[in-house]
């Protein structure tokens, strides 16, 4: 099994709008689509779409809580949330024709120490029967930045696998407890190492700097362009096929999603990597946040391009 943790779950609603936003006036939406959100909770139904058995875990609170938890039952997702006293977040993902996609995340209710403490005391006991687990995204105000590292720790502790995908100081101080894999896009490597990604070599060099860190597997998402993952059986770089996308967001999840679907069984780097970026390109082609069509995944698969990538500069 695999159990995914969002911390700062989220109910994401997407404004699909019929004509270009022009700010200062009132625009009416044409679609909104409600998802149980939050990176953790895309990565839940991609998992479930890939096949294997998940749970979802983190915090969720107030009626906004209780309406994440219907949406997850509704996707058949079984979930273990800590209550928090606070409401949950909305994040607003607006696609207008001429901007695509545009998104506003709350920051998140504050959580107290408590809150936090009871979470850290319940994980051993949800991961307890998971192989690996994910932690993905940001955390509501007031929960430590430190809080991905002790995650990280327990769980390997505990011999399971883990990937983090997240930003700033909660993946430098996660990066401390190395862990299995993890996922950075380029804006999170540039945050990383203060610097400016200019050139492919730059993404390798960054890439090449974690892996250093005893990291097993490092991928770096690159949107369009796929991804680069660097292992200890080599470096490579999976290309799509070029595609019409609908619905950027949520793509780096779905991207984790497939990943840790294939860690969990025990699949080749090169062949999990060409899965990843495959499923994550499906992704893009839905308009639902978190979703893919696994016919369509399965022949962007077979156009997947992957070569072997020098790293040694
Ligand atoms: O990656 C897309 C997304 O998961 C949205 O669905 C929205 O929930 C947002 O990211 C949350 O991001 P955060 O970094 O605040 O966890």
Redesign the pocket.
């Known amino acids: 099994m695999i159990t995914t943790v969002t911390l700062?779950t989220?109910i994401?609603k997407a404004y699909h709008m019929d004509r270009e936003i022009k700010n200062g006036t009132v625009m009416r939406v044409a679609q909104c689509r409600n998802s149980a959100?939050?990176?953790g909770l895309?990565v839940a139904r991609i998992v479930k779409l890939c096949g294997e058995e998940v749970q979802a875990t983190g915090f969720a609170g107030g009626f906004n809580g209780a309406y994440l938890e219907s949406l997850l039952d509704q996707d058949e997702i079984p979930h273990r949330f800590v209550r928090m006293q606070g409401e949950t977040r909305s994040?607003i993902?607006i696609l207008d024709p001429g901007y695509g996609s545009t998104?506003y995340?709350e920051p998140?209710s504050q959580v107290a120490q408590e809150e936090e403490d009871a979470f850290l005391a319940a994980f051993g006991d949800i991961i307890e029967d998971s192989s690996v687990i994910t932690i993905?995204?940001?955390v509501p105000r007031g929960v430590s930045p430190e809080i991905y590292q002790k995650l990280i720790r327990q769980a390997k502790s505990m011999g399971k696998k883990v990937i983090l995908d997240?930003?700033g100081s909660l993946l430098k101080n996660g990066l401390e407890a190395q862990p299995t894999m993890v996922k950075p896009n380029r804006d999170e490597i540039e945050m990383l190492f203060d610097t400016k990604i200019e050139s492919e070599a730059d993404v390798i060099n960054c890439a090449k700097k974690i892996a250093e860190m005893q990291i097993p597997y490092v991928v770096i998402s690159l949107g369009k362009d796929g991804a680069l993952l660097i292992c200890e059986e080599g470096a490579y770089h999976a290309r799509p096929p070029k595609t019409e996308a609908v619905n950027t967001?949520?793509c780096?999840?779905s991207m984790v999603g497939a990943f840790a679907a294939a860690l969990s069984r025990d699949a080749a780097p090169k062949e999990a990597l060409k899965y990843a970026v495959a499923t994550a390109t499906a992704a893009a082609m839905s308009p639902n946040?978190?979703d893919f069509d696994p016919a369509l995944q399965k022949e962007i698969m077979g156009k997947v391009t992957i070569e072997e990538v020098s790293v040694c500069h």
């Open positions: 700062n989220s994401d959100g939050g990176k895309n994040c993902n998104e995340l998140g993905s995204g940001s997240t930003s967001v949520g780096g999840d946040t978190g």
